[in-house]
């Protein structure tokens, strides 16, 4: 007594503090264009070949030179990459020992062992040299060039040589500032100038290990790459500004280019650009390259950067994009690519990321990820009454009911259904149904369960179509009816309890409270009885429910604080102690998934003011994640902070490309990493979503490594169109 007594005490004051502190009205993101990146790779189809230099002129042709000379780009789209093959545009070229390529004037420029020449200008710009060969060259004005075999420099202009001179080692770069009519000549040891007005080769800065430069802030400072970080020089002080910049995704630098006002760096381990407030955007994986080691950068037309590495070329392009856009192209991914029998699953199979070689596959959770994106699609009928996306609710809905009338129980749904002979997984738990055509899957889960209610929830209140409401309610019913004919279980073709789909006292509360499944079921049991009594009226589903909550201890369990909840105890058992091995990422999903139901359907407003005050709890703890789906379910209970921007950041940054490249994090240096933690957080900060592994809402955002080799392609059904719709729906998103 005493122990429920402190308790109310304790909800009491959590909901009182909840209550002051989110009063006033939301936050609201009006959309508006932004920029999205993406990208459209080019690979080598001989892997022998060198790739050197790749530059597009003011045509938009992209001209590569290569160990096989000139080349060009085949074909090639976004996610559907090209190739590089030889380039017979111009056949004189191919007589020639083309060494050197360079824009002049948007213009291609190459050099040769005979001279510095173009085809554009009529062709009349032929510059001839002394060197064996031009390796490195910039133009200056009047068409004039500094040149270098590597070593000996010349400067060319008007059909003659004007200076000679030499470097005291390999010429790796020559760099011209036009407003000082200057050329910057890099080395590995050092940074000189020379000017045609003096004649003069004169050091501007030395260090060990130099890479790459490029002039930045109007010629007045020189950022240099070495094999450990990068240096800004002040180039009239000529010193170092600051100290080396290490903290980078990767600090061995191949490459640096300043293209506008952004500064590009090329490395081993990809590509990346400084950002305005000192992070940087990290260009790695084949989501954006054709292999990590970049060998040169350079800008491309239409504010594209064309990044060539060891593999092939990767043009990083930018485009104004809305929400609303993003959403469109987005459903047509999932309608083109990811509807199964109306399930939204997965493309499995592929072959280094092409489309054309995957299938879709089944998955245990086939009814939790098509419950995702009809709910998707059930509030983008609600905020625009297209036809389309009733259409759409109309098959998925379809799908989720012959999960119910494909086996024998009464009000079990299976986990997913196949033409028999064709299902992948777990093939122990697959069933023979009366019709010879068709296998249905067994073992049905709890978020499974909770999927189904929230979103046949969702469809019952906001589609207006009759015929799709009474069909939802029915299977709300239905489900509802058989875990209260079956004593709060799933029971299997077996006679038995699933694995998972038990929501009985005897279970639930066998766990300790400090265990997260304790709470979860209870959340989830209680939020799906008000939903079947919200739309049946059936007093049993309300009985039950506070049964639950009042003799049971369901309400006590649901409102134990997420600070509350981590590892068994010693005295525990083996199942409760596997079970708060860590948190799990799941149950995340569960839980936010459930709320709808919870809070949206609660008996009463003191009931509703508990759910409240614990599903801000769980949001409290989730925040360091910003997943945008938490934070858009937690805007459902009109709290006026429940990090909308971060919201926002999470659907403007998920990639367009939602293939399941491998991607690494973890040895980069500009990441804090922290302690392990029950949590699994590994860093301070959160990276960007199309900085990590394409993951579904029930992974752990902090996870650094990981991915498929290209195997898969993700829906965007449940990860990306569930938070975004249901932001519009709720009016936070306008």
């Known amino acids: 007594m005493r122990r429920a007594s402190l308790y109310a005490v304790g909800c009491l004051l959590i909901l009182t503090v909840c209550l002051c502190r989110y009063t006033a009205a939301q936050s609201v993101h009006i959309d508006k264009p932004f920029t999205q990146d993406y990208s459209i790779k080019y690979f080598s189809e001989n892997p022998d070949i060198v790739l050197y230099k790749a530059y597009e002129d003011r045509n938009g042709f992209i001209k590569l030179l290569t160990s096989k000379g000139l080349m060009r780009l085949r074909g090639g789209e976004f996610l559907y990459p090209g190739t590089i093959v030889a380039d017979s545009s111009y056949r004189s070229l191919n007589k020639r020992n083309i060494a050197s390529l360079a824009l002049y004037h948007n213009q291609f420029i190459f050099g040769d062992d005979k001279a510095v020449f173009s ?22 004005k009047d068409f004039s060039f500094l040149i270098s075999d590597g070593k000996k420099l010349q400067y060319l202009k008007n059909n003659s040589v004007l200076w000679d001179g030499s ?3 390999p010429v790796l770069d020559i760099v011209y500032d036009n407003s000082s009519d200057r050329f910057y000549i890099l080395t590995s040891n050092k940074i000189s100038v020379w000017s045609p007005a003096d004649k003069l080769l004169s050091t501007v800065f030395a260090s060990d290990s130099l890479t790459a430069f490029t002039l930045y802030k109007n010629a007045k400072q020189i950022v240099a790459g070495t094999n450990n970080g990068y240096i800004t020089i002040d180039i009239a002080a000529k010193k170092q500004i600051g100290d080396v910049k290490r903290k ?19 490395s081993k381990r990809g590509a990346f650009m400084l950002k305005d407030d000192g992070r940087y955007n990290y260009y790695a994986s084949k989501r954006w390259l054709p292999s990590d080691e970049v060998t040169q950068i350079a800008a491309g037309a239409d504010g594209s950067v064309l990044v060539l590495t ?24 999932v309608r083109l690519r990811h509807i199964r029998n109306g399930f939204n699953a997965t493309v499995e199979g592929m072959k280094d990321g092409d489309l054309s070689t995957g299938f879709m596959e089944d998955s245990d959770n086939d009814g939790l990820w098509t419950s995702m994106y009809l709910g998707a699609e059930a509030f983008r009928y609600a905020v625009t009454k297209s036809p389309e996306a009733l259409q759409n609710c109309r ?11 494909i086996n024998p129980i009464k009000g079990f749904p299976a986990r997913s259904f196949e033409r028999r002979g064709y299902a992948l997984h777990d093939r122990k738990a697959w069933r023979p149904a009366d019709d010879p055509e068709w296998e249905w899957k067994s073992t049905t889960s709890s978020d499974e369960a909770i999927g189904h209610i929230f979103v046949f929830g969702v469809i019952a209140e906001l589609v ?22 079956n004593d709060m279980y799933l029971i299997d073709w077996d006679g038995k309890p699933t694995l998972w789909g038990k929501w009985h006292p005897d279970y639930v509360n066998s766990h300790p409270e400090s265990v997260g499944d304790r709470k979860i ?21 309300k009985q039950k429910a506070f049964e639950l909550m009042n003799k049971y201890g369901y309400l006590k369990n649901l409102m134990q604080p997420m600070k509350n909840i981590g590892r068994a105890d010693d005295n525990a058992s083996d199942w409760s102690k596997m079970l708060s091995e860590g948190w799990n990422h799941s149950d995340d999903e569960m839980y936010f998934l459930g709320y709808w139901g919870l809070y949206r359907y609660a008996f009463n407003d003191t009931l509703k003011a508990k759910f409240k005050a614990s599903i801000i709890d769980h949001w409290e703890a989730e925040r360091p994640e910003k997943d945008g789906a938490w934070n858009i379910f ?22 367009l490309d939602m293939v399941g490249w491998t991607v690494r994090n973890s040895d980069r240096k500009d990441i804090e990493l922290i302690a392990p933690n029950f949590r699994n957080q590994t860093t301070k900060e959160v990276l960007p979503p199309d900085e990590l592994r394409i993951s579904r809402h029930n992974a752990n955002r902090f996870g650094l490594d990981g991915g498929s080799n290209g195997r898969d392609e993700h829906s965007a059904g449940d990860i990306w169109l569930l938070p975004y719709w249901m932001g519009r729906y709720l009016g936070v998103i306008k």
């Not at 554009?120 to 910039?138: R, Y």
């Not at 098959?395 to 009338?405: G, I, P």
Request: one cysteine or more; charged letters at 20%; aromatic letters at 12%.
């Open 395 to 405: 098959e998925s809905l379809d799908a989720m009911e012959r999960l119910y009338s």
């Open 521 to 541: 079921n209870s959340s989830n049991i209680v939020g799906m009885l008000q939903t079947a009594y919200h739309f049946t009226k059936k007093e049993v589903y």
């Open 634 to 655: 937690t805007a459902l209970t009109g709290v006026k902070n429940f990090d909308l921007k971060e919201a926002i950041w999470y659907l403007q940054e998920y990639p």
């Open 464 to 485: 207006d179509d009759a015929v799709v409401k009474k069909q939802a309610i029915r299977l709300i019913d239905s489900l509802m009816q058989h875990v209260i004919d």
């Open 310 to 333: 060891k593999a092939g070329l990767g043009k990083i392009s930018f485009k104004q994009m809305t929400l609303a856009e993003k959403a469109a192209f987005y459903d047509k991914q």
């Open 248 to 266: 980078l995704p990767c600090t061995e630098i191949t490459a640096v280019t300043a293209i506008g006002d952004k500064l590009w760096f090329g």
């Open 167 to 169: 470097a005291d080692a």
């Open 119 to 140: 085809n554009a200008w009529a062709g009349e710009l032929f510059l001839k040299h002394t060197l064996g060969t031009v390796n490195v060259f910039s133009g200056g």
